[in-house]
């Protein structure tokens, strides 16, 4: 939760101090806008449900997982639009550590009530788990501290998610010259449709010309 509120913080701010125009964000169009809102809607659930110990590693991880494919296939529909590569990147390392971990590796790190640093048990859920030593790719897990008084733990791919936010702000706030690409594109209509049509040949016949000798 913190992290989205300093990338929310973060990205506002860049838009800011680089004159963006925040209303040039109602101008950008997502294609397959479907697969996030039922990516997003699975692990929403996921949250909500209480699985039976034997279903989190089964039923849960393959839930969590296709949530992640219906997520990743938004990014790569999108990909032309800057910013989603870069999320698409740390989407794709979540999944990637949760998948072969069945679950997000977490250190049991948090802050009590007095905002000192304390150990906690970390509960297993169908997205995160306590780490251990023998984790792939561990290193990828929640295991990144926020700076106290945050209480959270982040990962790698979510900072990198953070960045990619943050550049699709600051290039959909960037302004547009509409109507330079509306002359622009006339422009080259009328230069294809010069180019198409053929020049029209002359039917006049040329007879010869005889003079008297």
Known sequence: MWLLVLTIGAAVLIVIVTWGDFRELTALRFAGIWLLFAGLAIQIAL???EFDADQIETVGYGLLMVSYAFILSFCFVNLQ???FGVIAVGIGLNALVIGLNQGMPTVNIENNAQGNRIEKTIEQ???HRPETDDD???????TIVLPEPLDSVVSFGDLIMAVGICELVYYGTRHRRRG???TQGSRRTNQTRATS???RSSTRSRAPTTRPS
């Open 180 to 182: 330079a690409n509306r």
């Open 136 to 142: 792939l790719l561990g290193v990828l897990g929640d």
């Open 47 to 49: 949250e909500f449900v």
């Open 197 to 199: 049509t053929p020049r």
């Open 125 to 127: 859920t169908v997205k």
């Open 81 to 83: 639009t800057r910013g």
